[in-house]
């Protein structure tokens, strides 16, 4: 089974511009995660998708958005990039419930400049 | 606010010995879920090991088990037999069945010695 992917695993983008992150899960896994990890803040969860809507959500200002097609795959996006938004993302699948065993993807290291 | 904390930025051990990583967290709510997770440096997370908070039995995988004292608020992560490949960054996580949220520890750098 393959596991959950990530495109891009790397971006470069300037301070202001936009940016979509797509997440691939595990085949059968109907729950998405994503989180945010930076040296500074270390781990912080973003939002988390189950069939097609938003179950919850981290505390992140708007710019910060999601979305869940009916293949159960997700995008983010981020608007308006700032500096404090070079991270690496990461987007965990789980079959049911975000507290089942999460898998996780490799990451999309975003660098704004 | 629920919280979690490792007091233990970095730890070292000897190929074959034990190791036991800390984690304490904070929150009034019963009915919970803990985790530890490995991030080795080519940085995809695995989840080591899960514990539900209504559990008392301590979980176990293999070589590695955890010490949960609820009272406590305490779950330890104790490594048996360590082996080079158990370096890598360990994360304790909570998660609130309450606010269905993750809340992540900032992490234990575990370094194996050969």
């Known amino acids: 089974k393959a596991g959950v992917t990530q495109t891009p695993r790397y971006l470069i983008k300037t301070r202001g511009q936009q940016v979509t992150l797509s997440c691939s899960p595990i085949?059968?896994?109907?729950?998405v995660s994503w989180y945010q990890q930076t040296p500074g803040q270390g781990l912080q969860f973003l939002f988390e998708?189950?069939?097609?809507?938003?179950?919850n959500k981290g505390n992140f200002p708007g710019r910060f958005s999601g979305r869940q097609f009916s293949n159960s795959r997700s995008e983010m996006n981020v608007s308006t990039l700032e500096l404090g938004d070079s991270a690496l993302y990461l987007c965990?699948?789980?079959?049911?419930?975000?507290?089942?065993?999460?898998?996780f993807g490799p990451g999309t290291r975003l660098t704004v400049t | 606010a629920q919280t979690v904390t490792q007091s233990q930025p970095e730890m070292s051990v000897q190929e074959a010995e034990t190791v036991t990583l800390s984690c304490t967290y904070d929150?009034?709510?019963?009915?919970?879920?803990l985790f530890w997770y490995k991030q080795p440096p080519s940085r995809q997370m695995i989840l080591v090991i899960r514990?539900?908070?209504?559990?008392?039995q301590n979980a176990t995988e293999n070589r590695f088990s955890v010490n949960f004292q609820k009272a406590a608020k305490s779950f330890s992560l104790k490594i048996s037999d360590s082996q080079l490949g158990d370096a890598a960054m360990y994360f304790c996580?909570?998660?609130?069945?309450?606010?269905?949220?993750?809340?992540f520890g900032t992490g234990t750098r575990l370094k194996v010695l050969a």
């Open positions: 929150t009034s709510e019963s009915d919970y879920y």
């Open positions: 514990q539900e908070a209504y559990k008392q």
């Open positions: 998708y189950f069939s097609e809507t938003q179950r």
């Open positions: 085949s059968g896994h109907r729950s």
């Open positions: 996580a909570f998660f609130s069945s309450g606010t269905y949220k993750y809340i």
């Open positions: 965990a699948s789980s079959v049911d419930r975000a507290f089942d065993e999460q898998y």
